[in-house]
Nanobody, 119 residues
Framework: QVQFVESGGGLVQPGGSLRLSCAAS????????MGWYRQAPGKERELVAH???????NYADSVKGRFTISKDNAKNTMYLQMNSLKPEDTAVYHC?????????????WGQGTQVTVSS
């Protein structure tokens, strides 16, 4: 079963930036459409960015213009560049297999990476 390993989170001030990484075994990102999901305490899980096998990208309105999703198939890694971070971006971020417009996922959850935006 595929294991996702998310990294790159941390504590950052409002307006700051972070780059998250999602690593998976094998040529995973060549086969599956992938998303970055986040969940804050007391809130529902949100799909914030999505990239298809062919590179078609979509963003949630809440992050559009601030976040950039990308992937490196050769490195079996997906990224989420997050700029102009806001306190409301605070959440645990996960990557997983899924479709745009849905929070239903088809892989196992990794541990995720905590992003905290606070002054």
């Amino acid at each position: 079963q595929v294991q996702f390993v998310e990294s790159g989170g941390g504590l950052v001030q409002p307006g700051g930036s972070l780059r998250l990484s999602c690593a998976a075994s094998g040529s995973f990102f060549k086969i599956y459409n992938m998303g970055w999901y986040r969940q804050a305490p007391g809130k529902e899980r949100e799909l914030v960015a999505h990239i298809t096998v062919r590179g078609i990208i979509n963003y949630a309105d809440s992050v559009k213009g601030r976040f950039t999703i990308s992937k490196d198939n050769a490195k079996n890694t997906m990224y989420l560049q997050m700029n102009s971070l806001k306190p409301e971006d605070t959440a645990v971020y996960h990557c997983n297999v899924g479709s745009w417009g849905s929070t239903i996922v088809f892989g196992s959850w990794g541990q995720g990476t905590q992003v905290t935006v606070s002054s």
